[in-house]
């Protein structure tokens, strides 16, 4: 893959991560100013944001949601499908003609777009009214680049991971469930997969720095963590000590923090040792992200999944069969190359084995400097969009069903903020995460209540909160 050569790498010396502490640079030079910041892409970028809020409102800035308030603006971008391009590349539309209205307006695209050299050429070629161009691995650099305010569009991307910075002052979107990153970068290299490229070599960071993040949050009232990781379930393999995600795991469930997720699960990864802790820890939720990503055997080879279509089933059935009551999300592609009807067929057959709890479906994208991308892609858009609605409709029917078995009965649910069902209606999560929106609850946010389940829709359940009379 073509890296972007904008700036000499930095590069690291070794394969521990190398633990910086931020630089939280502090001043109140544009106090009174606001920021916009608009977030694509996956819960990394969205906590990546949490990190670029905190950089801005050390630099005295305020947020806003009115775009046309902003003195600057961030895009945090994502690169994993073709029209999360589309989206930005949209978006600039718009804030070129803002920029003309306000010449003052600092524009600055972050995440992982700019990591692919294509990109970051263009927006120097294409997009001058760009003022700062940063990638994934020095967001800690942000502050720098607006405090230097050069007139000239400032690029500074670099192709190889940097450090691990450690007590960054985030901006937390909720006060009640956080995420923790507890490793960056992915090593898995899946054939169709830009992410190894935009984010880097798989870095965990250290054990005693999670659970102190975790306690921290915990004693300050946070109700619920979601370990965040490309691939979780890796996390370890490049620390020098010999430590595992299922010993993470586990040492964050004695924290006693209220609830414990994670994201995103590799089924090559999973171990036994796993199972059994998710299995004997309450506060570790039954709820497990399990990217699938084809049926066929023969595809998933092409992908480098590195497991059959039989060695996943197993795995899930392993899974079903041990932790009570767990629910199983999952990600497919179709009209990957050479994807063929019997291969598609394959993947309904799983999916109809599997009956998950739902699904992320994607049409296949090609990316620039990826294996796959090499492979010739035959497959016409439309057979692609049949194959994307036939599975849809297997899998929302398998939603719907799920959902059902919960009518009539009392789940604990976590209420995060008010519903957009309505006035008197909060929203939540059950231990399986399921949305829930709840009547009966309005002075409930941040607690866990119970609820009894009224009804069932394919995406969310209705409930009414439980109130129990002690004799
Ligand atoms: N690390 C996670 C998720 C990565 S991106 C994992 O391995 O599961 C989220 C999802 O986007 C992937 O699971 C995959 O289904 C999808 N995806 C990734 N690259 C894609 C591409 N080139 N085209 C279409 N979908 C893609
Ligand atoms: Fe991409 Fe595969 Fe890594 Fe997930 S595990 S981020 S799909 S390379
Ligand atoms: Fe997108 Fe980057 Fe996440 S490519 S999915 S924002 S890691």
């Known amino acids: ?79 994993i499908r073709e029209n999360a ?6 978006f600039l539309g718009r804030l070129k003609h803002l920029k003309k209205e306000n010449p003052n307006l600092i524009i600055c695209i972050g995440g992982c777009m700019p990591q692919e050299s294509s990109v970051a050429t263009l927006l120097k070629e294409k997009y001058p009214f760009v003022n700062i161009v940063f990638g994934t691995h020095n967001i800690d650099d942000l502050a720098t680049l607006i405090l230097a305010e050069s007139k000239k569009q400032q690029i ?67 109700k619920e963590v979601t370990l965040l ?28 923090i209220e609830r414990i997720r994670f994201v995103t699960s590799h089924p ?28 066929s055997s023969k595809i998933l080879k092409l992908m480098g999944r590195r497991y059959t279509k039989e060695e996943y089933i197993t795995l899930y059935n392993k899974i079903k069969e041990r932790i009570p009551g767990v629910s199983i999300t999952t990600d497919i592609i179709v009209g990957f ?17 599997c009956k998950f709890d739902s699904a992320f479906t994607f049409i296949y994208s090609p990316r620039e400097g990826t294996p796959a991308s090499l492979i010739k892609d035959t497959i016409p858009l439309e057979v692609k969009e049949e194959r994307l609605h036939k599975l849809n409709d297997v899998i929302n029917s398998y939603s719907l069903s799920h959902n059902k ?8 649910v976590l209420v995060l903020g008010p519903s957009e069902k309505g006035e008197d209606k909060v929203y939540g999560y059950t231990k399986t995460m399921k949305l829930v929106n709840v009547s009966g609850a309005k002075e409930d946010i941040g607690k866990l209540i119970n609820v009894h389940i009224t009804d069932a829709k394919s995406f969310s359940l ?6 129990f009379i002690k004799n």
């Open 337 to 353: 190359p050479n994807e063929t009807e019997e291969d598609f067929e394959e993947t309904l057959d799983v999916v109809n084995t």
């Open 268 to 295: 090559w990864d999973f171990t036994d040792k796993m199972i059994d802790v998710i299995a004997s820890f309450p506060n570790i939720m039954p709820y497990i992200h399990l990217p699938l990503q084809s049926g």
């Open 405 to 412: 078995e919960y009518i009539g009965k009392n789940e604990e």
């Open 85 to 90: 391009h589309d989206k930005v590349f949209g």
């Open 229 to 256: 990781g490309q691939n979780v379930n890796a996390y370890g393999k490049d620390l020098e000590e010999d430590y595992d995600f299922a010993t993470l795991l586990e040492n964050v469930a004695k924290t006693n």
């Open 156 to 222: 500074e991307v670099f192709s190889i991971e940097g450090n691990v910075y450690e007590h960054m002052d985030y901006v937390r979107d909720s006060s009640i469930t956080a995420w923790v990153n507890i490793m960056y970068g992915c090593d898995k290299f899946c054939t169709y997969c830009i992410v190894p490229f935009t984010r880097g070599k798989q870095r965990s960071r250290k054990v005693k720095d999670i659970l102190n993040e975790v306690q921290d949050l915990k004693n300050r009232g946070y």
């Open 462 to 467: 209705d409930g009414k909160k439980e109130i």
């Open 1 to 79: 893959m073509n890296l972007p050569d904008l700036k000499q790498a930095r590069l690291r010396t070794d394969n521990l991560p190398q633990v910086l502490e931020a630089k939280n640079i502090k001043s109140d030079k544009f106090k009174g100013k606001n920021y916009f910041i608009r977030t694509y892409g996956c819960q990394m970028n969205v906590h990546d944001s949490e990190e670029i809020k905190g950089i801005l409102e050390n630099l005295g800035f305020s947020e806003t949601e009115e775009l046309e308030q902003a003195d600057i603006v961030v895009l945090n971008t994502c690169a």
